[in-house]
Antibody, heavy 121, light 107 residues
Framework: QVHLEESGPGLVKPSGTLSLTCAVS?????????WSWVRQSPGKGLEWIGE???????NYNPSLETRLTISVDKSKNQFSLKVNSVTAADTAVYYC??????????????WGQGILVTVSS | DIQLTQSPSSLSASVGDRVTMTCRAS??????LNWYQQIPGKAPNLLIH???SLQSGVPSRFNGSGSGTDFILTISNLQPEDVAIYYC?????????FGQGTKVEIK
């Protein structure tokens, strides 16, 4: 069974950097899947942040791209997210998810449990 | 970005009822549409991919249909454990986007 687990600080100061890691088990980070970050602001809907392939190829949401870095660590079977210059608007539950390519579609078939990150001084 | 509009924003139905909700895309996305269920306090869970393909382990009372710009998720024989918010998500073009959700409650 595939399992994803987010970790990182739950509190970040404004203008600081949000850093999260997603540990993957039950699948190799070097498989044919993509690895995504999705966030959900309190009481709001879901926003896709970006994704990475094991080769290091990335796709980012243009709305966040200038502040984002997603990286992969194949030796630890995990991937990470950094968001720079955070504000209160970045307060959200952050999920990592596996992006799976089916024959004719692409979807997020496994998710972590989520981690709440609050931006506050 | 592709905009997804879900309706209704919320609905209330009785156990055993058949409920339907819709997702409309701002452009033709063929069948690149997924549905997720999010139970309060939990991560989203994939129900349907490619508009109508039931994800493994998902009860058969969930059914997806549609193509192009208009999509429907139907829950037949509504159960108490189906109380959740349901989101559609397009996989036609990056950035992947989600609808704003339909909240399902039991009367």
């Amino acid at each position: 069974q595939v399992h994803l687990e987010e970790s990182g600080p739950g509190l970040v100061k404004p203008s600081g950097t949000l850093s999260l890691t997603c540990a993957v088990s039950g699948d190799s980070i070097s498989s044919s899947n993509w690895w995504s970050w999705v966030r959900q602001s309190p009481g709001k809907g879901l926003e896709w942040i970006g994704e990475i392939f094991h080769t290091g190829a990335t796709n980012y949401n243009p709305s966040l791209e200038t502040r984002l870095t997603i990286s992969v660590d194949k030796s630890k079977n995990q991937f990470s997210l950094k968001v720079n210059s955070v504000t209160a608007a970045d307060t959200a539950v952050y999920y990592c998810a596996r992006g799976h390519q089916w024959d004719l579609s692409y979807s997020f078939d496994y998710w972590g449990q989520g981690i709440l990150v609050t931006v506050s001084s | 970005d592709i905009q997804l509009t879900q309706s209704p924003s919320s609905l209330s139905a009785s156990v055993g009822d058949r409920v339907t909700m819709t997702c409309r895309a701002s452009q033709n996305i063929m069948n690149y549409l997924n549905w997720y269920q999010q139970i309060p306090g939990k991560a989203p869970n994939l129900l349907i991919h490619a508009a109508s393909s039931l994800q493994s382990g998902v009860p058969s009372r969930f059914n997806g249909s549609g193509s192009g710009t208009d999509f429907i998720l139907t829950i037949s024989n509504l159960q108490p454990e189906d109380v959740a918010i349901y989101y559609c998500q397009e996989s036609y073009r990056i950035p992947w986007t989600f609808g704003q959700g339909t909240k399902v409650e039991i009367k």
